[in-house]
């Protein structure tokens, strides 16, 4: 993973995760007030969730959050980018600070006893809402390499991504009658922002647009929504220095619904922190 203010310039598109820190850990998107999705819409053909189209979300994620299309190469990926959050890892950036990685090993341990990262649980408890490596130095980043050569780890991180982030956002989208694209652009801002009850959470933002715009289901333009989605994306996006650039939506989501590409159909091309990237 390449910090996304990093010099280097992959040659084959080689910024990590970082999300607000979750004011409730676990909080499920579907503990929030739904809108009635409507009878038969568009978003009832097809969704994130179809296999083709979560296999093209999980690639422009990584292409962000990883400077890479190769999302399963960062089953071992881990580092502390220097964001407050602690070890950042995994696949969906999973972090020591925010609780998620904690339920992850959580998760793992119930699994497969006695793992080799099952000893950290009680340091994970202590350092979550802080970016201290207190208990988990010097060795918790080469057992994560370790452990995620273990395909029950790696389900145990898809599974994860799966409850916290991907489920949520593609629920929600659907419900406010979004295809692919907009069920995508719920998806990459929970994975960045989380789903806490801060003001740059995925909900608030979610709320900062329904003052200037109606979703589908509300009989709104879908354009127009998520253009308005966007505008609050990139307010949250600019309150933190570690979220400040914004390509991941100015040079990929804004170029696929200038396009009219709501389906997110191939071929794709778009450019995050300057790189340039293709899904045939």
């Known amino acids: 993973m390449v910090h996304p203010?990093?010099?280097?310039?992959?040659?084959?598109?080689?910024?990590?995760?970082?999300?607000?820190?979750?004011?409730?850990?676990g909080v499920s998107l579907a503990a929030a007030p739904l809108l009635r999705a409507p009878q038969a819409s568009a978003a009832a053909a097809i969704g994130l969730d179809d296999p083709a189209k979560k296999e093209i979300a999980m690639k422009l994620v990584s292409s962000a959050e990883n400077s890479s299309l190769d999302?399963?190469?960062?089953?071992?990926?881990?580092?502390?980018i220097g964001d407050g959050?602690?070890?950042?890892?995994?696949?969906?950036?999973?972090?020591?600070?925010?609780?998620?990685?904690?339920?992850?090993?959580?998760?793992?341990a119930t699994r497969k006893p006695g793992n080799v990262l099952a000893k950290y649980l009680p340091a994970l408890r202590n350092v979550n809402g802080t970016d201290s490596h207190s208990g988990l130095d010097p060795n918790f980043p080469k057992d994560w390499r370790t452990a995620a050569q273990d395909t029950v780890f790696q389900q145990a991180q898809n599974d994860e991504r799966d409850r916290v982030y991907f489920?949520?956002?593609?629920?929600?989208?659907?419900?406010?009658?979004?295809?692919?694209l907009g069920q995508f652009t719920y998806y990459d801002a929970?994975?960045?922002?989380?789903?806490?009850?801060?003001?740059?959470?995925?909900?608030?933002?979610?709320?900062?647009?329904?003052?200037?715009?109606?979703?589908?289901?509300?009989?709104?333009?879908?354009?127009?929504?998520?253009?308005?989605?966007?505008?609050?994306?990139?307010?949250?996006?600019?309150?933190?220095?570690?979220?400040?650039?914004?390509?991941?939506?100015?040079?990929?989501?804004r170029v696929f619904l200038r396009n009219g590409n709501f389906n997110l159909d191939t071929p794709l091309k778009w450019k995050v922190y300057g790189d340039s990237y293709t899904i045939n």
């Open 5 to 25: 203010f990093h010099d280097a310039a992959p040659s084959e598109p080689t910024s990590p995760s970082r999300r607000t820190l979750l004011a409730l850990i």
């Open 71 to 80: 999302w399963k190469a960062q089953y071992k990926y881990i580092e502390d």
């Open 85 to 108: 959050r602690g070890y950042t890892a995994g696949i969906i950036g999973f972090c020591s600070g925010t609780g998620d990685m904690l339920d992850l090993v959580q998760l793992y």
């Open 167 to 180: 489920n949520p956002a593609v629920s929600q989208g659907k419900t406010d009658g979004l295809r692919v």
């Open 190 to 253: 929970i994975v960045m922002h989380g789903d806490g009850d801060d003001p740059t959470s995925f909900r608030n933002i979610r709320a900062r647009a329904l003052r200037s715009a109606k979703p589908p289901a509300q009989g709104g333009n879908e354009t127009t929504y998520l253009n308005a989605f966007l505008d609050a994306r990139v307010w949250a996006m600019k309150q933190e220095e570690a979220h400040s650039d914004t390509t991941r939506v100015d040079t990929e989501q």
